[in-house]
Nanobody
Framework: QVQAAESGGGSVQAGGSLRLSCAVSGSIFSSNNMGWYRQAPGKQRELVATVTSGGRTNYADSVKGRFTISRDGAENTVYLQMNSLKPEDTAVYYC?????????????????WGQGTRVTVSS
């Protein structure tokens, strides 16, 4: 079972940046595709970025060009660098095992959910 612990959220002004981290436990981290999901108040959970076990990435249109997902196999950690943040990026962000190339709403997740980390972007 792969479990995740997210950190790095906070409050920033529009145009600012944050870097989220996800420490993944479990001996099968290297063979899993991982994704960052987010859930805004009153909305469904959205898959915004994925990285395969081989390092290929995919992004939702809403974050393309602004967010970058990466993974560090030595540290069993997945990162999400978020630049040019907008108020609509405000959400609780989670990482989880994910499909390879799904993005947006309706994408499944394959592991237990962590606590998430809250991101608030003010205008």
């Amino acid at each position: 079972q792969v479990q995740a612990a997210e950190s790095g959220g906070g409050s920033v002004q529009a145009g600012g940046s944050l870097r989220l981290s996800c420490a993944v436990s479990g001996s099968i981290f290297s063979s899993n595709n991982m994704g960052w999901y987010r859930q805004a108040p009153g909305k469904q959970r959205e898959l915004v970025a994925t990285v395969t076990s081989g390092g290929r990435t995919n992004y939702a249109d809403s974050v393309k060009g602004r967010f970058t997902i990466s993974r560090d196999g030595a540290e069993n950690t997945v990162y999400l660098q978020m630049n040019s943040l907008k108020p609509e990026d405000t959400a609780v962000y989670y990482c989880n095992r994910s499909p390879s190339f799904c993005s947006g709403y309706g994408c499944p997740a394959f592991g237990p959910w962590g606590q998430g980390t809250r991101v608030t972007v003010s205008s």
